[in-house]
């Protein structure tokens, strides 16, 4: 029979049914489980067997490096010595397995103390070895006779380490028999109120839902004894036009949703800005006032005077990054002058470019004439081309290539509009991303801010100009920047 043609009683019915049977074969898995869990913490008691083999093997290291000791004071035999280093790397490495695999503060102040009484028998002893090398056979012999209660001492804690390590056994098959016993018996009490809960659940469906569900479609449609089929139906018409309703009302409060987000984000920087202003510019402000008295005080060569002038200048440069990022939720004013956009462009060159050589690649610019001088904020714009050509750097690889192409073109009104493109010989932006890059905090990268380009966006947009990326993944990526070209008196 198709499932729609069930009543919705008998659904309902089919439903609880399923709902038991398989709360049942769950719990029935679930004691299964218990086995399982058993037999998975029993393989965990081998963590102790692990940790009594390794003060066995102590012990055992130890007894035999004595061995070593006592045979080259019998021959001489220098290569008992290199087989005592041997052993005593291998106790040491015991001694870092037994460390990590003691579980009580007991086991760990054991450890402590034959690691520290070790430490004092192997240097008493390389003294002993020294003795009998340089021929001091007696100072050798009875200091070699004042070491076995320390070797003896040792051996003690090693026993004592391994008497531990069997009680923490008997202990971890005990606790785990428990549990599992325990478990047992809570699934099978759970398997019982199961399905006392699943009785109770059909009879409060059966009163408090099936039978108010016919009395509403009845009501819904103003007739009496209604089909299964009829209840559905008359439902089904009357929460249509609900479900019309909330779906205007969850397209606006997406909306809302959206641009409360957006609010937040923003309100989120506008802090985060003044605590990183806050912190970098005290000592950005010392550091100014240090090279304005060392450029007092030194006598620079032309180079000198040059790299010294390009420092102080990216001085300035950070504090206006810090000043941008703080202001990012209210974006700064305009500091508008007459300026030439291809002098800001070899700025921006001149400024990156030992970042392009750091990655190995090759900037180059094309312009057949200079731009025209146009109304700018000089500073915010050779922000937004760094930005630009600072993610081209990051995108090329090592023998890639990054383009700056100047034009003058005419828009559709008869304008002139300056067009900066910067290329690159990366891999490119893909197309399901393009339409997303310029959004505030989105980023591809690991520790990326995704503030970058949505400044540089903001920037564009603040002169009255656009920019857009034509780009496809695998074809590198190019920002198309276009700016009014309005000509001031006189230029």
Same mark, same amino acid.
């Given at each position: ?23 049942? +074969? ?75 695999? /003691? ?77 599992? /016993? ?54 089904? *018409?009357?929460? *249509? ?8 009302? /969850? ?26 202003? *806050? ?15 060392? =450029? ?20 300035? *440069? ?10 990012? +939720? ?17 700025? +921006? ?73 910067? =290329?690159?010989?990366?891999?490119? &932006? ?18 990326? =801010? ?16 656009? &920019? ?24």
């Amino acid at each position: 029979m198709p499932w729609k043609k069930i009543s919705l009683r008998t659904r309902i019915y089919l439903m609880i049914t399923s709902l038991v049977l398989v709360t049942v +074969a769950g719990g029935l898995v679930m004691v299964w489980y218990t086995y399982r869990i058993e037999q998975l913490t029993t393989t965990l008691i081998g963590r102790h067997f692990l940790a009594f083999e390794a003060a066995s093997n102590l012990a055992f290291d130890l007894a035999t490096q004595k061995g070593f000791v006592s045979y080259y004071f019998i021959d001489g035999n220098e290569a008992w010595l290199e087989d005592l280093a041997r052993h005593r790397r291998t106790f040491q490495d015991q001694m870092e397995k037994a460390r990590f695999l /003691a579980n009580t503060k007991e086991e760990r102040l054991i450890m402590a103390d034959i690691e520290s009484l070790y430490i004092r028998y192997v240097s008493s002893m390389d003294r002993v070895i020294d003795y009998y090398k340089s021929g001091k056979r007696d100072l050798g012999r009875h200091l070699h006779e004042t070491l076995r209660p320390l070797f003896f001492k040792i051996l003690d804690l090693c026993s004592e380490l391994k008497s531990f390590q069997k009680k923490g056994i008997e202990r971890a098959r005990t606790k785990a028999y428990r549990e599992a /016993a325990r478990l047992r018996f809570l699934a099978a009490g759970a398997v019982l109120l199961v399905i006392v809960l699943g009785a109770l659940l059909l009879f409060l469906l059966i009163h408090h839902i099936l039978e108010p569900v016919r009395r509403l479609a009845s009501e819904t449609t103003g007739r009496e004894g209604l089909s299964p089929m009829d209840e559905v139906s008359a439902l089904s *018409h009357g929460v *249509h036009g609900l479900k019309e309703q909330y779906d205007r009302t /969850a397209m606006e409060l997406e909306r809302s949703r959206a641009q409360l987000l957006h609010t937040e984000k923003l309100a989120l920087v506008a802090r985060l800005g003044a605590g990183t202003a *806050h912190s970098i510019r005290n000592p950005l402000t010392s550091v100014k006032m240090r090279l304005f008295s060392l =450029s007092r005080s030194l006598d620079l060569n032309a180079e000198q005077q040059e790299d010294f002038d390009v420092i102080s200048q990216e001085i300035g *440069h950070i504090d206006n990054i810090v000043q941008n990022f703080l202001e990012f +939720a209210r974006p700064p004013k305009l500091k508008l002058q007459p300026v030439s956009l291809s002098d800001i462009v070899d700025q +921006a060159a001149l400024l990156m470019g030992h970042r392009v050589e750091a990655c190995h690649a090759q900037l180059v610019i094309i312009r057949q004439e200079s731009l025209p001088v146009i109304h700018a904020d000089p500073e915010q714009v050779k922000e937004a081309l760094v930005n630009i050509l600072n993610n081209a750097c990051e995108a090329v690889e090592p023998g890639g290539r990054i383009e700056i192409k100047e034009q003058l073109e005419i828009d559709q009104g008869g304008r002139a509009v300056a067009v900066i493109r910067i =290329s690159d010989t990366g891999p490119g &932006i893909p197309d399901e991303i393009k339409d997303k890059i310029f959004e505030p905090f989105f980023t591809t990268k690991e520790k990326g =801010s995704g503030l970058g380009l949505s400044i540089v966006a903001r920037i564009i947009e603040q002169h009255g100009g656009t &920019i857009e990326a034509e780009s496809g993944d695998g074809k590198g990526a190019c920002f198309v920047i276009k700016l009014p070209a309005w000509k001031t008196q006189g230029a």
